[in-house]
């Protein structure tokens, strides 16, 4: 049955054998670990790492390709028909018995909400092999003081080890997407080395900082209600603004505002996916 791809749920079907050979290839599935895929769509990848694994999960949404996906794989794969962001990756990897590895082409209109949806299920992740739009993959791998550099930027780099694999023609999809794509590595098992002592904070004080972007950080923070007195006392020089600092310096300013969590966390502020 033929199928044609559904611009509400962003398909585009890789048609190329010679880059979804080379997907899993970097990949590197091992027969006993525990591969979930999202967006498997008709099959183009999941065939290749069924040669290595006896099984594996797929998260498929559409209501045509979630049953065909079943019988042309049969027992050798589970779906889970559903939207990936209604579906607990805790609960999977609880099922799987061992932390989940991650594989997919994945709607390009949900990649950041798919990403954070991935970070709010840590530990129960251990890495992901995941193609995106050029543009948001280079956000991800961005360094301070460029015009790429947000809030991506700093949760994916503290979260994990991202590392840009390769570009993937435009002519490897149907249709062909207006957008040129990359597949891009994010390996959980080494996030940033120095931790935030409290996470919540964290996030919030690098989404509060860049909600004002163009803003000096003495300003994000006086929107997060950080009163002056405890401004003068920070490390991190405060006429600098949010996209000039490092990881390592939101980590530190945050562990200096630790004690103000509960007031911080409290504030509502204007945030971006910078």
């Known amino acids: 049955m033929m199928h044609r791809a559904k611009k509400s749920l962003g398909q585009n079907f890789l048609q190329d054998p010679n880059v979804s050979q080379k997907i899993v290839k970097v990949f590197d599935p091992k027969p006993g670990d525990s591969v979930v895929e999202i ?3 008709k099959g183009a990848l999941t065939a290749l790492l069924l040669q290595t694994l006896p099984h594996c999960t797929v998260i498929e949404l ?17 779906v889970i028909h559903d939207d990936i962001l209604n579906v607990s990756l ?3 990897r609880q099922t799987a018995g061992a932390p989940l590895r991650l594989i997919g082409n994945i709607p390009y209109n949900i990649t950041t909400p798919i990403l954070f949806h991935v970070i709010d299920a840590l530990p129960a992740v251990s890495d ?5 739009q050029t543009e948001v993959a280079q956000r991800i791998v961005a360094k301070p003081r460029t015009k790429e550099y947000g809030i991506l930027s700093i949760l994916m780099q503290y979260y994990s080890t ?4 390769f ?3 435009r002519n490897s999809f149907f249709p062909v997407p207006n957008v040129s794509s990359a ?7 080494a996030p940033f080395p120095d931790k935030a002592a409290d996470d919540r904070l964290f996030r919030k004080i690098v989404r509060g900082t860049f909600g004002k972007r163009r803003k000096t950080l003495r300003n994000g923070l006086k929107g997060l209600d950080v009163p002056a ?11 600098l603004r949010p996209e000039e600092l490092s990881v390592a310096d939101f980590v530190r300013l945050s562990n200096e505002l630790v004690h103000l969590a509960p007031q911080i966390l409290n504030t509502v502020t204007e945030e971006s996916d910078g």
């Open 162 to 165: 991202p590392k840009m694999q």
């Open 229 to 239: 007195v405890e401004l003068e006392r920070l490390s991190v020089d405060l006429e």
């Open 167 to 169: 570009a993937v023609s």
């Open 39 to 41: 967006g498997p769509g």
């Open 128 to 132: 992901f092999l995941v193609m995106m």
């Open 62 to 78: 559409d209501n045509e390709l979630a049953p065909m996906l079943k019988e042309q794989f049969g027992e050798r794969i589970t």
């Open 90 to 92: 805790s609960d999977v």
């Open 183 to 189: 597949i891009i590595h994010l390996d959980y098992t």
